[in-house]
């Protein structure tokens, strides 16, 4: 299974998403790793801006302790702006990240993801966009990607919100080729799953 993170999102290695267990063993390192954050910054409501706008865009912070893309420099006066803060906030956040062995780990090796959402109809690819009853459930990927399956469709991309930074967490597939009514139906019956959306 492959984990990368961007707003700690979970992307499945696609020959093992029917993998339940392994979904939830990675669902639960990020959970931990996110309660590490909010116990570090949690008399800092200002720099846990920051923090999570970093996790959100996949930025890291490099050894001089400036937020880099990549080997792509982006300014501390930009992020400031983004989000409605003092530049020394982003500034101090980082500084404290530099000096945290802990938080260097996360943020040197946060990496962002090519998410074909926005791009899929263009390529000739199917999007499924599940919004769940309850985000905390577990097994709905399991579930969702052996239907998708037993209708012949290959996933190309599966991409979780993660519940702990975004307000209404979806679950997108993105799949070869377009998504049939009868896959739509079979999606919705699926315990867990409030609505289903294709496009």
């Known amino acids: 299974m ?5 707003a700690f999102k979970i992307i499945h290695d696609l020959h093992n998403l029917h993998h339940d267990n ?3 063993l990675s669902t639960t390192i990020l959970v931990a790793m996110w309660n590490v954050l909010q116990e ?3 008399n800092h409501p200002a720099q846990e801006k920051v923090v999570r706008l970093l996790l959100e865009r996949g930025f890291q912070i490099n050894t001089e302790g400036r937020v880099v893309s990549g080997n792509i420099e982006i300014a501390h006066t930009q992020i400031a702006n983004e989000i409605s803060v003092d530049r020394r906030v ?3 956040t980082c500084a404290t990240i530099l000096k945290d062995a802990q938080l260097m780990q996360i943020f040197r090796n946060v990496r962002t993801i090519p998410f074909l959402r926005e791009v899929a109809p263009y390529l000739g690819l199917g999007v499924i966009v599940i919004t769940p009853d ?3 459930r577990k097994g709905l990927l399991g579930s969702v990607s052996t239907e998708v399956s037993e209708h012949g469709i290959t996933i190309r991309q ?5 519940p702990y930074l975004t307000e209404d967490p979806k679950l997108t597939i993105i799949t070869e ?4 009514g009868e896959l739509v139906n079979a999606l919705t019956r699926i315990k867990g799953v409030q609505s289903v959306t294709v496009y």
């Open 177 to 180: 080729g377009k998504v049939s």
């Open 134 to 136: 309850n985000a905390a």
């Open 90 to 92: 982003v500034d101090a």
């Open 40 to 42: 570090k910054f949690r």
């Open 2 to 6: 492959i984990i990368t993170l961007k």
């Open 158 to 162: 599966a991409v979780s919100d993660d």
């Open 22 to 24: 392994t979904f939830v």
